[in-house]
């Protein structure tokens, strides 16, 4: 019980005191001569002590007009409860599970928080109240349609695991409109620690929207955010771990130790020191492994745990054939051929191939600050065009453009934070219906992809050689872009890769003799599941948590590598406001508060007693 007005309770300081001394006060007698006192004995009692004061006695009105005192000022000082206010009967209940969730407060997971809130709000339904239930990880799922069974209700929300995923709430809106009709009233409350924003294309009038945050402004935590291999082009026997390391608290340095293990060997350790808010990238010379599997793993006592290690599979594919035509710019040039394919690269001159065309079967050809008048048939990517594009009329120059949103989930783009990416120039064209937007700016897009026919294309807009004042070759997340788009280009949207992100499509090619057997996956948490390929190929969706999957056929094994690295899950500190695309909406912590006074029902009680003295009184009752 909270009470709006407080200092309202220091009227009884002023009330009951004074109350209590009229109760022991004597009054001041005048002396009369009288024949006989026979008829005053009860008088003479009060007479016979001259002192002011009387002891006090017992009296059942004392009591009870302290008690009406007491219940008219608390009355006074407004006293409410907390509860829960429905305003229709249809409540769509939507629980974060990313990673994000499993951080620890005080000893409990804001998952656990969220659960045990979102039971008090099952609890309190009525008969004719129904909920559905929702899960906002990466992807989100409705886990129970509209359901006025509390017992169900509540046994879904029990069953509710934590996801080593991102959080998807705009997924989760999404499906949640998909469950309200289109003049149907509904309440959706959000359990989640605001990691990421909603679209207000899925906030319509009829739905009451309610956010319930979990989590501490001021969690601390330091993860891996980023980590990749590079093949040498010259030395295949020797390797490059690229390591980046982020501080996501605002004021402790963290001391840590960074190790490094192959097949659970310790071969590397360094300690560190990270500011607040410090992102590190490290490069580890000369791992001399092509196969089996490199985990890195940070000791670090933080409020997160599970962005402490990261895995990497070596498993060399085939060598991708890559061309590059350009004059000169050594930054892609050297990108390229530290990117973590085995890839067989050469250069070719604009003049060169504008006469001679292609004389091998390339797999990619990437044109730098060139067009051609036709684009090859073959995956291309188009980097700075200045010209008119054959699927694309040049629209206009932009200076220094801002960076204001890329597309976290799509290949090209993962593991990457493209905020700080700074550029003098930026030129924008007419995209494609078939293309799509990957990176945007304040003045236009600045990358976009897309697939046509079997060929697919990349463009980037603007040049990435620092002589234009372009920082992006520059940037640590600049050889890991330059591998995802190399890697997207060449194998698609399921790329072969033996590294993927928490969430991502597994798609593994088997050798025809192993095409109609079914294949063992072994997951990271111990259990196992049986599947059968289609087409030669093996699809694995359930890579919800980090670890290495082992893919075991007949003669037949494959490991492959899940890990979170992503920054914005991460950082694990709460946010005072969840974001829209158009606003922002404050949100509760853990319960959403509806007053319920009770100030009435106390003047009722007051009232009552105030009777009852009154009647004892008139009666002459002493007790």
Known sequence: MDLLKPYSLILLLFLIPPLVLLYILKLKLRKYVISSNLLWEQVMQDIKANTPFQRLRKNILLPLQIIFLVLTVLAVARPYFTGWEFSGNNNILIIDNSASMKARDKGQSRLQKARNSALEVISSFSDENKAAIITAGNPPRIVSGFSSDKDKLRDTILDIKPLDTTTDIKGAMGLASSLVGENQEVNIFIYSDNKAGISDKTISDNINLNFISFGNPDAQNVGIVSMALDHSHYYPSTSQIFIALQNFTDLKKENLILELYHDDELIYIQELNLSPQERRSLVIEDIVYNKGVIKARIDSNDDLILDNQAYYVIDNPEVIEVALVSRVNPFLEAAIKTSD?????????????????????????????????????????????????????????????????????????????????????????????????????????MIWAGRQSDRRVAVLTFPIYPVTSSDFSMLPDFPIFTANLIRWAVYGETSPSSTLKTGDLAEISLPEKHENQTIKVNKPDGSSVYIKPENNKLLFGETYTAGVYEFEGESFTKKVSVNLLDPAESDIRAKERVTTEQSQLASSTEKIAVRQEIWFFLILIALLILTVEWWLYHRRIMI
């Not at 990457?416 to 030129?427: F, H, I, K, P, V």
């Open 341 to 445: 394919l085995p890839i067989n690269f050469t250069k070719i001159k604009p003049e060169l191939y504008s006469t001679n065309r292609l004389s091998k079967n390339y797999d990619l050809v990437i044109f730098d600050s060139y067009v051609p008048s036709e684009i090859p048939d073959k995956h291309t990517i188009i980097v700075n065009p200045r010209r008119n594009l054959p699927f694309g009329e040049f629209v206009s120059a932009s200076q220094s453009p801002k960076i204001i949103n890329w597309d976290r989930f799509h290949p090209v783009m993962r593991f990457l934070d493209l905020s700080s990416l700074r550029t003098a120039e930026n030129y924008n064209y007419t995209m494609p219906s078939w293309m799509m937007p990957l990176l945007e700016s304040d003045t236009g897009v």
